[in-house]
Each structure stands twice: as C-alpha cells, then as structure tokens.
C-alpha cells in the first residue's frame, strides 16, 4: 500500500505542482492562464491515453515491471523539468510524457491492490490508494512557500524525483510473486459496462474537477479573501482524504451496495453544489465545500473496489477504460465549467454542475442493477 499511495502521488505531482507555481514560471517561460490551461488538459488527455492502451499491460506484461518503468519515466521528466525546460512547447512536452505515465501508474496500482491485498482489506485499501490525489494537491501548495519562494520553481519538480526514486527502491524486482488470482481465469466486464462505467466516472470526475479548479475564484467572488479561500480548500482536501479512507474501511465491515453508495455520495455532491450557488456566507461556503469535496469527490475507490470485484485477472484493463473516463472528464470538465462562468456567471454553472452529478448518480444505480446480473450469470 505504502508503494500504491507514493507512485500515485509521484506520478500525478507534476502537474499540481505545474499549477501551483504557474505564477512564479510566468517570468521565465512566459507562462499565461491560458497556456496553464493548455498544458494541464494535456496532461490529462495524455493520462487517458495511457489508461485506454498501456493498462492493460499490467495485467499481461508484469505489474511490477510496468510500474517501475513507469516511475522511472515520471522522474527522467521530473529532471528534465528542472534542468532544461526553458520554454511552453518543452514544458508540454515534457507534461504529456509525465500524463501518459500517470494513465499507466493508476491501473497498474489497481492491479496491485486486486493481487496482493487481501480482500477483505482491498475497501480501505482503494480507499488509501485514492488519498494519493487530494495529499498530491496538498503537497503541491505546501512546497511553494517551502521551496519555491526559496530556491526557486525548478528545484520544486525535483520533488517528483525523488518521490518516484524511493517508491522505485521499494518495489519488487525481478520474477513477480505467485498470488492467489494467478490460476484463476480471467473474468472481465463486458464492453458495454465498462463504457457506461466510464461515462460515469467522467461526468463525475467532470464534476468534481471542475470544483476544485474554480472553488477559489468563486470564494474570493463573493468578496472573501484568497487566504480564505485557500483554508476552505485545504480544509476539503484533507476531509476527502478521511472520507475515501474512512468508507473504504467501511465497506470492508459491512457487505453495502457499492454503487449504491456511490450514488448517495453524489446526491450529496449535489446539495452541496446548489449551496455553492446560493450562499454566500464564509460559514455557509465552508460547509458546502467540505461536502462537495469529501462526498461529491470521495466516491473513486468505492467504484474501483466494484469493478475490480468483477473483474479478476484483468483489473489492469478494465480500469484503464475507466480511467480513460475519469481523465477525459478532467479535461472536459473545467473547461466547461470555465466557459459557462465566463458568458452567464457562477450561479448558472454550480447549478449545472448539479445536474451533471444527478445524472452520474442516476448512472451509478442502473450500474448497480448491471453488476448484480453479471454477478448472477458467473
């Protein structure tokens, strides 16, 4: 678990860190909030590319073996970033590379988890495995004061070098270890599953996303100020952590209806979006926050649990086109949202973001009707 968590944090830290310096690259590279823009979408269109065609290699060519080359690719980009990036084309570059490997780390960490955990801890360890994210965006704001405002933005990306170089001393090398899925047959959700899973985990990915990008912009709207702001997001960071830990080892005690409490996490995202747009109070912003993050943001491990109870032997590629969703989502998602805040305004766009959440949930209950049937035919 200790490798899942630190390789998901290696591989995704670039492009928090991307965001969190921009303001201090922009004298160096001339860095604009548009071409922020255009490299944080690359990243992860470059993400859901690796999901969809290098995932599946985790199941086929070696865990291990995909996840230490993997992590090795993330710090050569991590080096490069530091050194000789002295332009846009070469940052984007640079941060596609970095996307692609990402797409590749989360499936191959799913595949971990599904081999080597035992089952009835693999709830809290996807739940773990998910906290690598909102940590990632934790960790890329707490090096700014620490590192950057010291030594400087490039010093800041070693960071994700040495990140990704101690998970690679922990990882096993060489023959991979027999597991107790190893002679059993490989039993992979129908096509047609995964695409509706996919679109769920991009509209909700979409979603939350989208939440996260413009949840500052839209405190300091409402006249409170950017520190403030600040504190309401790392506030949620950290409950979303508890919240994805704390129902992984939830569900683990209790047999609960995964996707059903996927889609009761969701409604609640829901609520909390229309309380982004009607209240303006700090009190009142806080609490919506907090349950935008930590229940519309916390449903990822419950979903991955799920599909890899469904999936044994080929957890790799199954999550890999659901990742390919969730990264799509990424992209599609504060785009979106951005454009609507800029032609009508925040209200129109947080309500929108409720009905996109809606919809997901109401995808996550006819998923848990589809699941059961697969379920029933095996």
């Known amino acids: 678990m200790t490798v899942c968590l630190i390789a998901q944090i290696a591989s995704v830290m670039p492009v928090f860190l991307l965001g969190a310096f921009a303001p201090l690259m922009t004298d160096d590279l001339g860095l604009t909030p548009f071409m922020l823009g255009i490299a944080v979408a690359a990243f992860y269109g470059a993400a859901a590319v690796g999901a969809l065609f290098l995932a599946p290699f985790a199941d086929t060519a070696g865990v291990w073996r995909v996840t230490n080359l993997s992590l090795a690719v993330v710090a050569l980009c991590g080096i490069l970033m530091a050194l000789i990036a002295d332009?846009?084309?070469m940052v984007v570059a640079l941060i596609v590379l970095g996307g692609l490997m990402n797409g590749s780390i989360q499936p191959a960490t799913n595949v971990i988890v599904s081999r080597f955990i035992p089952t009835k801890r693999q709830g809290l360890a996807y739940g773990l495995k998910q906290a690598a994210i909102p940590l990632s965006t934790m960790l890329g704001g707490i090096a700014v004061p620490v590192?950057?405002?010291?030594?400087?933005?490039?010093?800041?990306f070693m960071l994700s070098?040495?990140?990704a170089l101690a998970v690679l001393l922990m990882t096993p090398k060489g023959r991979e270890p027999r597991t107790k899925t190893g002679n059993v047959g490989r039993q992979r959700l129908p096509g047609r599953i995964l695409l509706i899973l996919a679109l769920m985990m991009g509209l909700a990915a979409a979603v939350s996303n989208a939440m996260a990008a413009f949840l500052a912009l839209a405190i300091t709207e409402q006249d409170h100020s950017a520190s403030d702001a600040g504190l309401v997001i790392a506030a949620g960071s950290l409950f979303c952590v508890a919240v994805r830990v704390g129902l992984g080892g939830l569900v683990d005690r209790w047999n609960l209806p995964l996707m059903w409490v996927v889609a009761a996490l969701l409604m609640v995202g829901t609520g909390s979006y229309l309380g982004l747009a009607y209240w303006q109070t700090l009190p009142l912003l806080t609490f919506s926050a907090l349950l935008a993050f930590g229940f519309g943001w916390g449903w990822s491990g419950l979903v991955l649990l799920a599909i890899g109870r469904a999936s044994i032997g080929s957890v790799g590629a199954s999550t890999g086109m659901?990742?390919?969703?969730?990264?799509?989502g990424g992209v599609v998602g504060p785009m979106a949202f951005g454009w609507v805040v800029q032609e009508h305004g925040f209200l129109l766009a947080w309500q929108g973001l409720a009905v996109a959440s809606t919809c997901a949930a109401g995808l996550a209950i006819w998923?848990?009707?589809?699941?059961?049937?697969?379920?029933?035919s095996r």
């Open 322 to 328: 659901t990742h390919a969703g969730v990264f799509t």
């Open 161 to 163: 070098v040495v990140t």
């Open 147 to 156: 590192i950057g405002l010291s030594v400087g933005w490039r010093w800041a």
């Open 87 to 89: 332009s846009f084309e």
């Open 367 to 376: 998923m848990s009707t589809l699941l059961n049937r697969v379920s029933e």
